[in-house]
């Protein structure tokens, strides 16, 4: 299906694309995808034909990302203006409550959103997030940047891609991830999104704010290497903050990279998938 354009109230011009196929005679429940930095709503393509089916899927471009506009040079964006826009977008195509999945930034924009709007969200289903971004990639961002400067964004992507992929994903996939990174913002956009990860970090009180059903997605077999650049986190570390989301479930599944999302999809989609219907068959009739 063709991606189409909403404007939002603050001038934001963002690019989503639906994909429904649902039964036409019944009302579909939707589900919102939120990617995360460096990429577009393509990050979801191996994930659309397991929630299509059940769910009406709307998966935006954030702000100055794919084909979204509305970051201007030297911007400093904030958290707040993520969660804004998916709001918003959410207003403005008459949704007045959805599930929401989210990975990398994605997640973080999803739990910050369920805090924010808790009437609006029916359920989360949350991959490859850090609490803390500020802590755990601030102290590269720096050299980030630099590399941004001098070799680009496709040289920046393959200077990390190990800590985000592992060694999981065959070449031909590698090369699409990274060629999809690479071709997903101007270096513009990304240094102020890589800005706003080196400050980035969701307190406590948010996801204790948080009353929906969650499913955090996470790596049965991930721990934290000498890798440069290794995203991984302590599962100790993991399961402390995750701990702050009130009935919260774990999914695990076989993977060691960070970004399971785009290593293992299918698994990913259909956990998510069966949580989010299990969710809709337990709410009141």
């Keep these: ?65 794919g084909r979204s506009t509305g970051v201007p040079d030297g911007a400093r964006l904030e958290m707040a203006d993520l969660v804004e826009d998916a709001h918003a977008l959410m207003a403005q195509l008459g949704v007045p409550r959805y599930f929401v999945v989210g990975e990398k930034l994605g997640a973080l924009a999803a739990l910050t959103l369920a805090s924010a709007h808790p009437d609006e969200v029916l359920g989360l289903s ?77 307190p406590a009180a948010a996801l204790q704010a948080i009353r929906c059903p969650t499913l955090f997605l996470t790596p049965a077999g991930a721990e934290p290497s000498d890798g440069k650049f290794d995203q991984r986190r302590p599962r100790a570390e993991a399961e402390a903050w995750r701990s702050l989301v009130a009935g919260h479930r774990v999914a695990e599944i076989d993977s060691t990279s960070y970004h399971l999302s785009a290593t293992r999809p299918d698994a990913c989609a259909i956990a998510t998938r069966d949580f989010f219907c299990e969710v809709l068959a337990a709410a009141p009739r």
């Design 1 to 65: 299906m063709a991606t189409q354009t909403c404007k939002l109230p603050s001038g934001v011009e963002l690019n989503f694309r639906v994909d429904d196929f649902t039964d036409p005679w019944q009302e579909a429940p939707v589900a919102l995808l939120l990617h995360g930095t460096a990429e577009t709503h393509e990050a979801y393509r191996q994930w659309t034909p397991w929630l299509a089916r059940r769910f009406r899927v709307i998966a935006p471009d954030w702000r100055g990302m």
């Design 126 to 202: 949350v991959a490859c997030g850090m609490i803390s971004p500020a802590k755990v990639l601030g102290p590269w961002i720096p050299e980030w940047i630099e590399l941004i400067r001098t070799r680009g964004l496709r040289g920046w992507v393959d200077a990390t891609q190990g800590g985000r992929m592992g060694d999981e994903l065959p070449p031909a996939a590698l090369e699409w991830w990274s060629a999809l990174m690479a071709g997903s913002a101007p270096a513009e956009v990304m240094r102020s999104y890589l800005d706003l990860l080196s400050r980035l970090e969701i």
